[in-house]
């Protein structure tokens, strides 16, 4: 069925069933994001189009409002907890801030709360303005003057304990300094990390071949989600105090006077915050911070208002989950103009070809930009994924001065071109039709799902395109397959250059060759870092089958289908068997991988096409050689549950969602994220909406959650 598209239409345009598909539809994007966000730390959108999208719900919900269930999403803050860590409950919830984008918007907050407090006109209100940092909220529990708790705030009821990992911070007191300390004090705040630190860390990252962060708030997020604090330590983060949870005690009226308390107390606060008056204070603090912005150390995403006298927020209060004394206002994604040097192409282990605009290096927001991705042939023409016209249909040109955005934090990305500045003589780009690898083969535009011509173009020298190799080699020693620590980009690129390592076997050899190759004599290197990496490649000779496949690099395999072909064969030799077999178009074997979870057409082929070329046989057959390859668990047959369906739904309390799967999975069911008539059981915790009035509609057996642990036994 074609998907209704409705989001141009405006929200006071739309027919009740309309809002509902996109209400359905934004819940999932959101909660994907939220996910993204929250717990992987890798937004792939930037904040102004989450606030967007956030935005839009909001409107939905406040037309419709027979649409807002319990499982709203506009009652509830971020994403569950990650599951890492154990889980703590805030004393007091973690709330948001509503978000001012406009002037007007500002105006209307005061306005409203000269309203609710029923203030007369020439009555002031003071306000803390405070700069938004762009770091990470944590919430800091004392007893009698000790640390005893750091909690990540998670969905705002329930977060993450990360105590060992935050007392490692300088900026943090272990013991609260002066005299009469409340007995409970609940100190919250942002955790960040600087610029500076954030541009070195990815530095020390790269090189050892680990995760590049995309901004400093993911990066502060990534240092404290770990389990060695040790790792943590060697990560500069900073924390500043701005509010408080539960206080058993109150030491001041204000804001202003609480912030003046965190210093008494030996923590850091914002020096930029300052005490306004009046709404043309406020926007005069906002632009001057506005200014201010790319000279500081720190990301900020704009600035906070909050009403100072303590009273008055109590008596303002909450409205679903922000504060009425409170607010957000917001700075554009930050920009810059510079000029488009060159554009390169770059080949990636599919061979893919992906353009990269050059820039005369700019600053943006305090980070360096010198690269820009240009994404494909039709965008650089100003055609977009659909077939919409980008920038007005302005084309991109070698010489152009080029708008580039980076907002919040993903990518750069170019915005538009001042066409006022094209050089005279700027010729229309065009994309090349043979690769730059040094086979030269010819560029072909890939075909889309549907059989047409898709925007992705590809090198069709495959196994032969040294490019290719690379990018797989390194795909090969990456966190999620061999994870060979040591073994980064760099040091495939000088190994595959020497000859030294041309193929994943040659890695396993290198010892063994080491009499003649010498590996300690190479500059950088030396007796220990040599068998240091000996020792790294050695620790992975053993390993899973579902990393080993996913290691292969076969298109449209990824982790998760790593996973899924590991899980359904349960042993490399059946794997193997079955790939050959499929490779030769064998129907019975199509069938039965076909019949697996997950997989379907696209991956069949791609592995067809990759076991059907003898060089990748190869290739894999001299790896096997080298490495011993463990059996994934086999999903069980002989249980309550074994090949049911299971959906949960509500807030579960007796165990995470992502526990809960697991569960199911190692038993044997399948755990799914919607109800339907093959649905067997629905576990429905507190809450629960849409799902389980589903379930009773298909008569679906639905579960509490004991019923659930008893079920699978307390598993
Ligand atoms: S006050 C009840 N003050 O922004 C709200 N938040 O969107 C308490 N943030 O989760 C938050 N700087 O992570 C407040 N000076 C500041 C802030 C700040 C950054 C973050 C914080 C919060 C988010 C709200």
């Known amino acids: 069925m074609p998907k209704v598209k409705t989001e141009k239409t405006p929200v006071a345009l739309l027919t009740p069933k309309q809002a509902n598909a996109e209400h359905a539809r934004l819940a999932t994007d959101i909660a994907a994001h939220d996910k993204r966000y929250y717990q992987q730390d890798r937004p792939s959108i ?54 001012a984008f406009a002037e007007q918007d500002v105006a209307d907050f005061v306005g409203r709360i000269r309203r609710f407090l029923k203030l007369g006109d020439t009555e002031a209100i003071s306000f803390s303005a405070e700069p938004k940092i762009d770091g990470l909220s944590m919430s800091l529990r004392y007893q009698d003057g000790e640390l005893v708790t750091a909690a990540t705030r998670g969905d705002g009821a329930e977060g993450e304990d990360v105590t060992a990992n935050i007392r490692t911070l300088h900026d943090v007191p272990h013991k609260l300094k002066g005299r009469n300390i409340p007995a409970v004090c609940e100190v919250r705040g942002e955790v960040y990390m600087t610029k500076a630190a954030f541009l070195k860390l990815n530095e020390r990252q790269k090189e050892a071949g680990e995760t590049i962060f995309a901004n400093p708030r993911n990066s502060a997020a990534g240092s404290l989600r770990q389990k060695d604090s040790a790792v943590t330590a060697s990560r500069p983060l900073g924390f500043f105090a701005y509010a408080w949870g539960e206080m058993s005690d109150m030491p001041a009226a204000t804001q202003s006077g609480m912030i003046k308390w965190f210093e008494h107390c030996g923590f850091k606060t914002n020096p930029l915050t300052k005490v306004c008056r009046s709404v043309e204070e406020l926007l005069a603090f906002h632009s001057k911070i506005e200014t201010q912005r790319s000279h500081l150390d720190y990301d900020i995403d704009g600035v906070v208002y909050k009403v100072d006298r303590l009273d008055w927020q109590e008596r303002l209060g909450f409205v679903s989950r922000t504060p009425r004394w409170a607010i957000a206002h917001k700075f554009p994604a930050e920009r810059a103009t510079t000029v488009l040097k060159d ?24 980070v360096m930009v010198q690269n820009v991705t240009l994404h494909n042939e039709d965008y650089i023409k100003g055609i977009g994924g659909k077939g919409e016209v980008l920038r007005e249909g302005r084309d991109i040109r070698i010489g152009d001065t080029v708008i580039i955005q980076r907002a919040g934090d993903v990518i750069p990305q170019v915005v538009d071109v001042v066409m006022d500045k094209r050089p005279k003589g700027a010729k229309e780009y065009h994309f090349p039709k043979k690769c730059p690898c040094p086979l030269h083969t010819e560029v072909v535009r890939e075909e889309t799902a549907t059989g047409e011509e898709g925007s992705r173009a590809r090198c069709t020298g495959e196994f032969a395109c040294p490019f290719q190799k690379i990018q797989h080699l390194m795909l090969f020693v990456s966190r999620r397959a061999f994870d060979i620590e040591g073994f980064g980009e760099k040091q495939i690129e000088y190994f595959f250059e020497q000859g030294w390592v041309k193929e994943p076997a040659d890695i ?12 300690e004599e190479i500059e950088g290197y030396g007796e220990t870092s040599v068998r240091n990496l000996f020792d790294a490649i050695n620790e992975r000779r053993d390993i899973g089958l579902d990393r080993f496949i996913y290691a292969l690099g076969i298109r449209h395999v990824g982790e998760t289908t ?53 060089h990748n046989r190869g290739i894999v057959e001299r790896l096997t050689r080298q490495v011993k390859i463990r059996d994934a668990e086999k999903p069980k047959k002989d249980t309550a549950i074994a090949g049911k369906t299971v959906v949960f739904t509500g ?48 008569g679906v057996k639905v579960l509490t959650e004991d019923e659930w642990l008893a079920l699978v036994g307390g598993a």
Not at 344 to 366: C, D, F, H, M, S
Not at 508 to 519: C, D, I, Q
Not at 606 to 613: I, K, N, R, S, T
Request: aromatic letters at 6%; one cysteine or more; proline letters at 3%.
């Open 562 to 614: 790593a996973l899924a072909l590991a899980r359904g064969y349960g042993s490399w030799e059946a794997f193997h068997d079955a790939c050959l077999k499929v490779a030769k178009g064998d129907e019975r074997a199509i069938a039965e991988m076909d019949d697996l979870d997950q997989i379907g057409d696209t991956v069949i082929q791609a592995v067809a096409a990759y076991f059907g070329e003898s």
């Open 651 to 698: 807030s579960l309390e007796k165990f995470t969602r992502d526990e809960a799967k697991a569960t199911a999975e190692r038993l044997g069911a399948k755990a799914s994220g919607s109800v339907s008539k093959k649905t067997d059981y629905v576990v429905a915790g507190p809450g629960a909406g849409s799902k389980l009035a589903e379930a009773n509609k298909l």
């Open 343 to 366: 554009i390169e192409i770059q080949v990636g282990r599919t061979g893919a070809l992906t353009p990269v605009g050059k820039l005369e290096p700019v600053g943006v927001g305090g």
């Open 46 to 99: 930037t904040d102004a189009e989450y606030d967007d999208l956030r935005r839009r719900y909001n409107a939905i919900e406040e037309r419709f409002p027979e649409l807002r269930t319990l499982e709203s999403l506009s009652l509830k803050v971020g994403a569950a907890p990650s599951g890492r860590f154990k889980k703590v409950r805030h004393a007091v919830p973690m709330l948001s801030l509503d978000n």
């Open 508 to 519: 396993f050899t290198l010892e063994a060759r080491n009499r003649t190759l010498k590996l």
